[in-house]
């Protein structure tokens, strides 16, 4: 049986298929929720709120890759050695390179662009159940010599990927083609009732999997966002209605009952009637623009990120403390939150504003990834003075910042830089001068001592690792980092950070060494015997560590959460608010990431060969997101978009500004002039402070009861002090 739950946004899908999944579990009958990979914890969470522990452990929850882990277990097909990202990267490269004499159009000797871009297009291919087979019979029926090649150059390149990777490792995106293939053989899931629930569409990939469980389970249920009363007809929800449309083509083939939907007409989120009327009017044709003023929907104007992110952190505090908000009632989403990186993180810090974010850190920028590619960037480019000073100022070395401070002066004064540090450093600190000081010598003892004590151990290894395998040249950069005793100066970074405030910095570093350990390790079990020379090592290094992924779990219970319009699941928040709503980036315009351009795209659509969704699909969907973003809070809502960016080009509001005007024709886009700074800015002690260092600046007043905090704050008294 297949049934459908249909309903806007806010109508109460999620409490019907609770509802639905509770029933099941009362009568014991089996029940399992399917929500997106990124969305389980959450709905784990909820089910453990709404049912209670004994009941909620009855219904079981998973997400694509979940479900394909449970199903595996069960039928005696554990994967032991599943390949990862940087692994797949490592192996993309190496097959590159093994191609080179063979392709015409897409060699490149396993550059990362390359490599990136062919990953992309091996994903798509996956994702999309498209062969290489059948990738070499459309290119038999194309006219265009540049799509025939990179046809056949791609199915070659994709079958000598997999060959390389089937030697050793399991690859999880084969995972669902490997479900479906069980469940095709004995789908052990037929007595279960199965809920689909915060999808809006599926993978090709997916919709098989999808398709077996629809023909063969007890039932399955569901959640579609659409106006059930229009049957999905409007273009905001083109998306779901073409989900709705396929799954039950499915049925019909396959002869499964599909059942009345369960249509949701009522909406329950919008606690004003502002926001109720705003769902009901964006993105449609049928809009009529609306006299009211909202009070509960904000348009802001910001001069640049930095601007809008300061709008937001005040905003925040402000209904924290006069609307007794608690942090985690509140999200702020962008689509991409890479741009974001610096800025918001600082002033939501800067405001006091617990937050958890969903991005993953910068890796090159910790110490330890720093020494890694400082030590191989030395040795691949002869010492590069830049490069060795970026060695030593890692901090993981065990000199102190005084002997780096010597040795970096000699340096400059004496333009020491490549084949210059295999010398023994003889002159003058000073520089020309006819006599050496006592002072002079202590110096020079020291800085000869540092570059004997650092150089030397790599320019040994540079000789020895030459034409070694991949094994014998990660053991020989293991010896090379005990030799300059990076783990002793972990050991002290860590006790200091241990000793200071900062004790999750200290663990980082920890986590991150253990991790680069982890990349050694699967770097020399992927190359093996494969002899290289050390600049190619390092290369399938980098590509490890690129794959390299550091990431927080929440410090409280109570954050705002930080997340993007892709991965924003709608839940229990109050208020939200959409940053970056700026033309063209959201909703974005779509564009491809693999190999092949959007008319080859649909040249290879026309020849029933369809990889990933056409551009029409993709912007339906970055509407449809726009629509979920714009709907998710219950209370509040604030939409901001900036003029500039830190490169100082223009920028225009998107569609989702647009639309709030079209449906408020008298609300106001506020800007930075039309809040009162001076308050806002008392809401946390780093811009109170700001702000009156400013008034002090100008000569204004200030009042005492401010003077007498920050004189009696440690972190601020000396700095009121010099002020005054």
Same mark, same amino acid.
């Given at each position: 049986?297949?049934?459908?739950?249909?309903?806007?946004?806010?109508?109460?899908?999620?409490?019907?298929?609770?509802?639905?999944?509770?029933?099941?579990?009362?009568?014991?009958?089996?029940?399992?929720?399917?929500?997106?990979?990124?969305?389980?914890?959450?709905?784990?969470?909820?089910?453990?709120?709404?049912?209670?522990?004994?009941?909620?452990?009855?219904?079981?929850?998973?997400?694509?890759?979940?479900?394909?882990?449970?199903?595996?277990?069960?039928?005696?097909?554990?994967?032991?050695?599943?390949?990862?990202?940087?692994?797949?990267?490592?192996?993309?490269?190496?097959?590159?390179?093994?191609?080179?004499?063979?392709?015409?159009?897409?060699?490149?000797?396993?550059?990362?662009?390359?490599?990136?871009?062919?990953?992309?297009?091996?994903?798509?291919?996956?994702?999309?159940?498209?062969?290489?087979?059948?990738?070499?019979?459309?290119?038999?029926?194309?006219?265009?010599?540049?799509?025939?090649?990179?046809?056949n150059?791609?199915?070659?390149?994709?079958?000598?990927?997999?060959?390389?990777?089937?030697?050793?490792?399991?690859?999880?995106?084969?995972?669902?083609?490997?479900?479906?293939?069980?469940?095709?053989?004995?789908?052990?899931?037929?007595?279960?009732t199965?809920?689909?629930?915060?999808?809006?569409?599926?993978?090709?990939?997916?919709?098989?999997?999808?398709?077996?469980?629809?023909?063969?389970?007890?039932?399955?249920?569901?959640?579609?966002?659409?106006?059930?009363?229009?049957?999905?007809?409007?273009?905001?929800?083109?998306?779901?209605?073409?989900?709705?449309? +396929? &799954?039950?083509? !499915?049925?019909?083939?396959?002869?499964? =009952?599909?059942? *009345?939907? %369960?249509k949701?007409?009522?909406?329950? @989120?919008?606690?004003?009637?502002?926001?109720?009327?705003?769902?009901?009017?964006?993105?449609?044709?049928?809009?009529?623009?609306?006299?009211i003023?909202?009070?509960?929907?904000?348009?802001?104007?910001?001069?640049?990120?930095?601007?809008?992110?300061?709008?937001?952190?005040r905003?925040?505090?402000?209904?924290?403390?006069?609307?007794?908000?608690?942090?985690?009632?509140?999200?702020?989403?962008?689509?991409?939150?890479?741009?974001?990186?610096?800025?918001?993180?600082? +002033? &939501?810090?800067? !405001?006091?504003?617990?937050?958890?974010? =969903?991005?993953? *850190?910068? %890796?090159?920028?910790?110490?330890?990834? @720093?020494?890694?590619?400082?030590?191989?960037?030395?040795?691949?480019?002869?010492?590069?003075?830049?490069?060795?000073?970026?060695?030593?100022?890692?901090?993981?070395?065990?000199?102190?910042?005084?002997?780096?401070?010597?040795?970096?002066?000699?340096?400059?004064?004496?333009?020491?830089?490549?084949?210059?540090?295999?010398?023994?450093?003889?002159?003058?600190?000073?520089?020309?001068?006819?006599?050496?000081?006592?002072?002079?010598?202590?110096?020079?003892?020291?800085?000869?001592?540092?570059?004997?004590?650092?150089?030397?151990?790599?320019?040994?290894?540079?000789?020895?690792?030459?034409?070694?395998n991949?094994?014998?040249?990660?053991?020989?950069?293991?010896?090379?980092?005990?030799?300059?005793?990076?783990?002793?100066?972990?050991?002290?970074?860590?006790?200091?950070?241990?000793?200071?405030?900062?004790?999750?910095?200290?663990?980082?570093?920890?986590?991150?060494?253990?991790?680069?350990?982890?990349?050694?390790?699967?770097?020399?079990?992927?190359?093996?015997?494969?002899?290289?020379?050390?600049?190619?090592?390092?290369?399938?290094?980098?590509?490890?560590?690129?794959?390299?992924?550091?990431?927080?779990?929440?410090?409280?219970?109570?954050?705002?959460?930080?997340?993007?319009?892709?991965?924003?699941?709608?839940?229990?928040?109050?208020?939200?608010?959409?940053?970056?709503?700026?033309?063209?980036?959201?909703?974005?315009?779509?564009?491809?990431?693999g190999?092949?351009?959007?008319?080859?795209?649909?040249?290879?659509?026309?020849?029933?060969?369809?990889?990933?969704?056409?551009?029409?699909?993709?912007?339906?969907?970055e509407?449809?997101?726009?629509?979920s973003c714009?709907t998710?809070?219950?209370?509040?809502?604030?939409?901001?978009f900036?003029?500039?960016?830190?490169?100082?080009?223009?920028?225009?509001?998107?569609?989702?500004?647009?639309?709030?005007?079209?449906?408020?024709?008298?609300?106001?886009?506020?800007?930075?002039?039309?809040?009162?700074?001076?308050?806002?800015s008392?809401?946390?002690?780093?811009?109170?402070?700001?702000?009156?260092?400013?008034?002090?600046?100008?000569?204004?007043?200030?009042?005492?009861?401010?003077?007498?905090?920050?004189?009696?704050?440690?972190?601020?008294?000396?700095?009121?002090?010099?002020?005054k």
């Amino acid at each position: 049986m297949l049934r459908f739950i249909l309903g806007k946004s806010g109508s109460g899908k999620i409490t019907e298929t609770l509802k639905i999944a509770g029933e099941l579990a009362d009568s014991n009958l089996p029940v399992m929720l399917i929500v997106p990979d990124q969305s389980t914890f959450e709905c784990e969470k909820t089910l453990l709120d709404v049912f209670g522990a004994k009941k909620a452990e009855k219904v079981l929850v998973f997400g694509f890759s979940r479900l394909c882990k449970y199903v595996f277990e069960l039928t005696g097909n554990s994967a032991d050695n599943v390949i990862d990202e940087g692994t797949r990267a490592v192996v993309m490269s190496l097959a590159l390179e093994e191609l080179t004499e063979k392709l015409r159009l897409l060699s490149s000797k396993g550059s990362k662009s390359l490599v990136d871009v062919m990953l992309q297009t091996v994903s798509d291919l996956k994702k999309s159940s498209v062969t290489s087979d059948e990738l070499r019979s459309v290119s038999r029926l194309v006219c265009d010599e540049t799509l025939k090649t990179k046809l056949n150059e791609t199915a070659l390149i994709s079958d000598t990927f997999d060959a390389l990777v089937s030697q050793s490792y399991i690859d999880p995106m084969d995972d669902l083609t490997r479900l479906d293939d069980i469940l095709q053989k004995n789908n052990i899931l037929r007595n279960y009732t199965i809920i689909f629930d915060g999808f809006s569409g599926f993978t090709m990939q997916q919709l098989k999997v999808v398709r077996s469980l629809i023909r063969d389970c007890t039932a399955t249920y569901f959640t579609l966002t659409l106006d059930p009363l229009t049957d999905g007809s409007e273009e905001v929800f083109a998306t779901s209605q073409q989900t709705y449309k +396929i &799954l039950k083509e !499915y049925a019909k083939r396959d002869g499964v =009952d599909i059942k *009345a939907p %369960i249509k949701l007409t009522d909406l329950h @989120r919008f606690k004003n009637n502002e926001l109720t009327l705003l769902e009901q009017n964006i993105f449609r044709t049928h809009l009529e623009p609306l006299e009211i003023s909202p009070e509960n929907i904000c348009v802001y104007n910001a001069v640049d990120m930095y601007d809008e992110c300061e709008y937001v952190a005040r905003k925040i505090k402000g209904l924290v403390i006069e609307k007794g908000y608690l942090y985690s009632d509140i999200s702020v989403i962008c689509h991409d939150i890479d741009p974001y990186k610096g800025i918001l993180s600082e +002033i &939501l810090e800067k !405001y006091e504003i617990p937050y958890f974010s =969903d991005e993953h *850190a910068d %890796i090159d920028v910790k110490p330890v990834i @720093r020494l890694v590619n400082s030590i191989f960037r030395c040795i691949v480019f002869d010492f590069e003075r830049e490069d060795v000073l970026a060695l030593l100022k890692s901090g993981l070395t065990e000199f102190s910042v005084e002997e780096i401070s010597l040795f970096e002066n000699y340096l400059f004064v004496w333009n020491v830089s490549g084949s210059a540090f295999k010398n023994k450093f003889v002159q003058n600190p000073k520089g020309y001068s006819d006599r050496f000081s006592d002072y002079d010598r202590e110096v020079l003892v020291k800085v000869e001592n540092l570059r004997e004590s650092v150089i030397e151990p790599l320019l040994l290894f540079k000789e020895n690792a030459k034409d070694k395998n991949g094994l014998e040249i990660s053991k020989l950069f293991y010896a090379l980092l005990e030799e300059l005793k990076v783990p002793d100066a972990l050991r002290r970074m860590y006790a200091d950070f241990e000793s200071s405030d900062d004790k999750a910095v200290g663990a980082e570093q920890i986590r991150i060494w253990n991790m680069l350990m982890s990349v050694l390790d699967k770097t020399a079990a992927v190359i093996g015997t494969k002899a290289m020379t050390v600049k190619r090592y390092y290369e399938l290094l980098s590509l490890q560590i690129s794959a390299m992924q550091l990431s927080d779990i929440p410090r409280t219970v109570d954050c705002v959460t930080v997340t993007t319009a892709q991965r924003v699941r709608i839940s229990k928040q109050k208020a939200s608010f959409l940053i970056g709503c700026v033309d063209g980036i959201f909703p974005a315009i779509p564009h491809t990431a693999g190999i092949f351009s959007p008319f080859e795209l649909k040249m290879l659509a026309m020849n029933k060969v369809e990889i990933g969704d056409d551009f029409a699909a993709l912007n339906n969907l970055e509407t449809f997101m726009a629509y979920s973003c714009m709907t998710s809070a219950s209370e509040y809502l604030s939409v901001s978009f900036y003029l500039t960016d830190i490169s100082g080009a223009s920028y225009q509001p998107s569609e989702i500004v647009l639309q709030c005007k079209k449906v408020f024709k008298n609300i106001v886009a506020y800007d930075r002039f039309d809040f009162d700074a001076k308050k806002e800015s008392m809401y946390a002690l780093r811009p109170a402070f700001d702000a009156v260092a400013e008034m002090l600046g100008r000569g204004e007043k200030v009042p005492e009861s401010l003077l007498e905090v920050f004189s009696k704050i440690t972190e601020y008294s000396a700095k009121m002090d010099s002020l005054k």
